[in-house]
């Protein structure tokens, strides 16, 4: 994980100031980071069954699909708001500024999966609590929650729901 943690690019300031952004393109463009990355997310989740990974738009897309290809489960999109096409559930959750909203289809998840939650970054978790929820309210045999990066000074973790367990490659 060191040759992938020295390919994170810190960029100061983005997108507002006083943020760090951590910038994992700079990760995904280079093949080894990336198959490390594929690699290891694939060996937390390997054994447990899982049907479904639900990746949250859009910088969650990339891991997501690359843990569910490790897997050989389905990926799953969360989205923004009116941009998947046909019936969706909901949920809409505080930010800094207002609120916000993501959506599933709402036949994207079944009684049957058990599911892998992924982001990139673990920033103050709001977005991925209110995905958690979304996903809960279908009823999936169990939820975990994953992220390439956890910003761990901002405690994220402690308003993501306690029965899910939650890993992150990289701890900050
Ligand atoms: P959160 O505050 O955990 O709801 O994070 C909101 C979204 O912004 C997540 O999808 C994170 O991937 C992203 N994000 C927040 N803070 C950072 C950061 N410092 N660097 C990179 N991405 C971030």
Do not use: C
């Amino acid at each position: 994980m060191e040759y992938v943690k020295k390919r994170v690019r810190d960029v100061e300031d983005f997108p507002s100031k006083g943020i760090v952004f951590k910038d994992l393109t700079t990760v995904f463009k280079d093949p080894r980071a990336l198959h490390i990355i594929g690699w290891d997310l694939g060996q937390l989740y390997r054994d447990k069954g899982v049907t479904k990974v639900v990746g949250v738009e859009s910088r969650g897309f990339i891991g997501g699909s690359i843990l569910a290809f490790e897997l050989g489960a389905g990926f799953v999109p969360a989205r923004k708001p009116g941009k998947l096409p046909a019936d969706t559930v909901r949920a809409e959750y505080k930010k800094e500024y207002g609120t916000d909203v993501i959506e599933i289809h709402r036949d994207a998840i079944t009684e049957d999966d058990i599911v892998v939650l992924h982001d990139d970054v673990l920033a103050t978790g709001g977005t991925m609590a209110a995905v958690y929820e979304l996903v809960k309210s279908m009823n999936p045999k169990k939820i975990y929650i994953n992220f390439i990066i956890e910003l761990s000074a901002l405690k994220g973790r402690d308003i993501l729901p306690k029965d899910a367990e939650i890993t992150s490659l990289i701890t900050y």
